[in-house]
């Protein structure tokens, strides 16, 4: 998208109706954001576009035609600022996304683009309030919106029912969320094909934990073992590292110490491959304790 044009755009049609910058931004963003905008050294979040479309009196697709990009993209750029606020625990800032884009008609007059901000607003009701019943009756509406039948479950609803899992997981009530992990590995298995590669990584990783919760240990390195030949077959290295860690942490919790130090041996190679600091000293503290 031409930032620019749209930035021009913005400011002929606060200028038409008499706004100051400061009265464009008000109850929006701040005053040096809406200047930014203007000048297209940043482009807006898709929500808030949306309130400064509404502020101005005009379609929100408005902005993504004039810079030549179809009206799917905003749906699109909405649902890569969620991935985003998901990823980075932003869960603040998710909230805000949801808020905003709920009076959008693109969202509420669609059930799929509705299940997306449903689906996020199950994750923000649980990180911010830590009601898990509220935050599972949400998630549980979402999944409504697309699976009325007993159809084979898409992605983005083995993707919800995961969240569940995970929130029980949190909570503690490791049989609760085995028992929704299970039903999701039953979905993930139905499907002819899986475009997603990680989410199938993801439910086997979060099973392996739960089950050495339970102190299932040899269960949890056999999950680990099959999500680490299911990232070999799918030349993935999503989670690589960390279920090697976690056959290491099974067997350290088994007090099988060559076999810990083995794996987190190999765990601490992915990392280092990775760049991803944040375990490479952890691990490398934990090797030179079993060697002491």
């Not at 200028?15 to 809406?34: D, M, P, R, V």
């Not at 807006?44 to 993504?64: E, H, Q």
Request: aromatic share 12%.
């Amino acid at each position: 998208m031409d930032f620019s044009v749209v930035g021009q755009k913005i400011k002929e049609l606060r200028k038409n109706i008499g706004l100051s910058q400061e009265e464009l931004a008000e109850g929006i963003c701040t005053q040096a954001q809406i200047s930014k905008i203007e000048k297209g050294d940043v482009f807006p979040y898709a929500s808030t576009l949306f309130l400064i479309s509404r502020k101005l009196g005009v379609d929100v697709n408005y902005f993504f035609d004039i810079g030549m990009t179809p009206r799917l993209d905003y749906v699109q750029e909405v649902s890569k600022q969620l991935q985003i606020a998901r990823r980075s625990m932003n869960y603040k800032e998710m909230k805000e996304i949801v808020t905003a884009e709920e009076e959008n008609p693109l969202f509420f007059n669609n059930n799929r683009n509705l299940q997306l901000l449903q689906w996020h607003k199950g994750i923000y009701q649980y990180e911010l309030n830590k009601n898990v019943g509220k935050a599972e009756e949400i998630l549980r509406e979402a999944i409504s919106l697309s699976h009325t039948t007993d159809k084979i479950w898409t992605e983005r609803e083995i993707e919800i029912l995961l969240t569940i899992g995970v929130m029980y997981s949190e909570e503690g009530d490791w049989k609760k969320a085995l028992e929704i992990y299970q039903e999701v590995k039953t979905h993930i298995l139905a499907l002819p094909n899986l475009h997603d590669f990680t989410l199938r990584t993801r439910l086997y990783y979060n099973i392996a934990r739960v089950l050495t919760r339970l102190k299932n240990f040899e269960e949890s390195i056999q999950y680990c073992n099959e999500a680490i030949d299911w990232c070999v077959l799918k030349d993935n290295m999503y989670l690589l590292g960390e279920l090697h860690y976690h056959i290491g942490y099974n067997y350290e919790l088994q007090g099988i110490i060559n076999e810990a130090q083995k794996y987190m041996q190999k765990a601490l190679i992915v990392f280092e491959l990775q760049g991803d600091d944040k375990f490479i000293q952890f691990i490398r503290r934990k090797i030179e304790n079993f060697t002491q």
